[in-house]
């Protein structure tokens, strides 16, 4: 496994404080803060090349927890779309990681024409068969969508900026961007999102709005959210069912139905931030 050491990617600089560390597969990772701007992110972390591998290791688990969440995704995707509504009509929209197109699919739904990014071939090709999702395979150059999605992306790039600065080129004039990500303002998220062959960056409300601020964009709403979540389907969670124990102890709670207690709780806790941010450069 290949390391690297990273400067901020936010600001630039290198002075850093110690947040906390965690242990994966008996290698120690350390979250730092910077000094300067106070973004969050995992230094020194994998190489994009290494952790490649790892996404293609796991993409069959990934799939099958999709195809589980479908109706919940689609439950979350649509009141986010309903939100989106109060900013702009329906026109072009790019998911980016689009995984099985149910974001897509909830927005065609709503009148948008869907076009989806997604590196992993088997849930791109799910997504164009039972959705008619269009394909692409970069951002472009040309301003061409209305709206592009981000649902739990932006932790995982390695240059988050850069990132934005080349989606921003892909919209059209007050075009709007949708993320979320993990709140680390957000206990449970603190405890449960850190995941270091994944999740490079650690985003607050205040550093994600510098982020956009940054990159040419303007904070129209920010706010915590959940991804609708239950335990029923955790159990296809390659993160969450990673052994035998837990995978036995989530079969006797789905069994006796006791998850709809905790899926009430769960849903309550707002582990994640919701942005609406729109195009002003
Ligand atoms: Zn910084």
Same mark, same amino acid.
């Given at each position: 496994?290949?390391?690297?050491? &990273?400067?901020?990617?936010?600001?630039?600089?290198?002075?850093? =404080?110690?947040?906390?560390?965690?242990?994966?597969?008996?290698?120690?990772?350390k979250? &730092?803060?910077?000094?300067?701007?106070?973004?969050?992110?995992?230094?020194?972390?994998?190489?994009?090349?290494?952790?490649?591998?790892?996404? $293609?290791?796991?993409?069959?688990?990934?799939?099958?927890?999709y195809?589980?969440?479908?109706?919940?995704d689609?439950?979350?995707?649509?009141?986010?779309?309903?939100?989106?509504?109060?900013?702009? =009509?329906?026109?072009? &929209?790019?998911?980016?990681?689009?995984?099985?197109?149910?974001?897509?699919? +909830? +927005?065609?739904?709503?009148?948008?024409?869907?076009?989806?990014m997604?590196?992993?071939?088997?849930?791109?090709?799910?997504?164009?068969?039972?959705?008619? &999702?269009?394909?692409?395979?970069?951002?472009?150059?040309?301003?061409?969508?209305?709206l /592009?999605?981000?649902?739990?992306? /932006?932790?995982?790039?390695?240059?988050?900026?850069?990132?934005l600065?080349?989606? $921003?080129?892909?919209?059209?004039?007050?075009?709007?961007?949708?993320?979320? =990500?993990?709140?680390?303002?957000?206990?449970?998220?603190?405890?449960?999102?850190?995941?270091?062959?994944?999740?490079?960056?650690?985003?607050?409300?205040?550093?994600?709005?510098?982020?956009?601020?940054?990159?040419?964009?303007?904070?129209?709403?920010?706010?915590?959210?959940?991804?609708?979540?239950?335990?029923?389907?955790?159990?296809?969670?390659?993160?969450?069912?990673? $052994?035998?124990?837990?995978?036995?102890?989530?079969?006797?709670?789905?069994?006796?139905? =006791?998850?709809?207690?905790?899926?009430?709780?769960?849903?309550?806790?707002?582990?994640?931030?919701?942005?609406?941010?729109?195009?002003?450069?």
């Amino acid at each position: 496994m290949d390391i690297e050491y &990273v400067n901020c990617n936010l600001c630039g600089k290198d002075d850093t =404080t110690f947040v906390t560390k965690t242990v994966q597969d008996g290698q120690e990772f350390k979250l &730092v803060k910077c000094a300067s701007c106070d973004l969050i992110y995992l230094n020194p972390r994998l190489t994009w090349d290494t952790i490649k591998g790892i996404y $293609s290791e796991n993409k069959l688990d990934n799939f099958q927890y999709y195809l589980n969440t479908k109706d919940l995704d689609e439950q979350t995707f649509t009141e986010r779309l309903n939100l989106i509504r109060q900013y702009t =009509t329906p026109g072009k &929209v790019l998911d980016i990681g689009s995984s099985i197109g149910i974001f897509l699919h +909830a +927005a065609h739904k709503q009148g948008w024409q869907i076009f989806g990014m997604e590196l992993n071939k088997e849930e791109a090709k799910y997504s164009e068969e039972n959705f008619g &999702v269009k394909l692409v395979s970069s951002y472009g150059t040309k301003p061409k969508f209305d709206l /592009i999605n981000m649902s739990d992306v /932006i932790e995982h790039f390695t240059h988050p900026k850069e990132e934005l600065q080349k989606i $921003s080129k892909a919209l059209k004039q007050n075009g709007l961007l949708l993320i979320s =990500t993990p709140d680390f303002d957000n206990k449970l998220t603190r405890k449960v999102a850190i995941k270091p062959h994944e999740h490079l960056y650690y985003f607050d409300k205040t550093t994600l709005t510098k982020l956009l601020e940054d990159t040419g964009f303007k904070v129209l709403y920010i706010e915590s959210t959940t991804r609708k979540l239950s335990l029923k389907t955790l159990r296809y969670s390659s993160s969450f069912n990673t $052994s035998k124990v837990k995978k036995f102890i989530l079969d006797i709670i789905v069994y006796t139905k =006791t998850y709809k207690i905790f899926d009430f709780f769960v849903n309550k806790t707002n582990p994640d931030l919701l942005v609406i941010a729109q195009k002003i450069l």
